[in-house]
């Protein structure tokens, strides 16, 4: 089997309020984000098991949603309780990813407007 494919297969996802492997995430083809490309995208580096500067992103995700009217559906602690969520996740799947969290990795937000 190929590496890149397993590893794919481990890293979880967060969507629609449930975690759940990368490789099971899926929205919808009528999605307005899918479709017209209206939505927000965020990246925040890891190290160590630590967002990087987490305040500053949320800062701008919040920023970025207001400028093109897109509702934030999280307060900032929340946004934090989730990433936490992703990072304890990738955590838990295998000591490969606990070793592979040691270093770099990225949490990237994407925002889109959904369905309608």
Do not use: C
Not at 29 to 42: Q, T
Request: net charge neutral; charged share 25%; hydrophobic share 35%.
């Amino acid at each position: 089997m190929n590496n890149t494919a397993s590893t794919a297969d481990q890293t979880p996802a967060y969507l629609n309020g449930s975690y759940l492997p990368l490789s099971q995430a899926s929205i919808s083809p009528l999605d307005r984000g899918f479709i017209f490309g209206d939505g927000v995208y965020e990246v925040i580096p890891v190290y160590g098991r630590k967002p990087f500067r987490l305040e500053g992103h949320l800062q701008r995700l919040e920023s970025s949603l207001r400028g093109i009217r897109l509702p934030n559906p999280h307060t900032r602690e929340q946004w934090g309780q989730i990433i936490d969520g992703v990072i304890e996740e990738a955590g838990a799947r295998s000591i490969a990813d606990l070793q592979r969290w040691r270093d770099k990795k990225l949490i990237e937000i994407l925002k889109v407007s959904g369905e309608g």
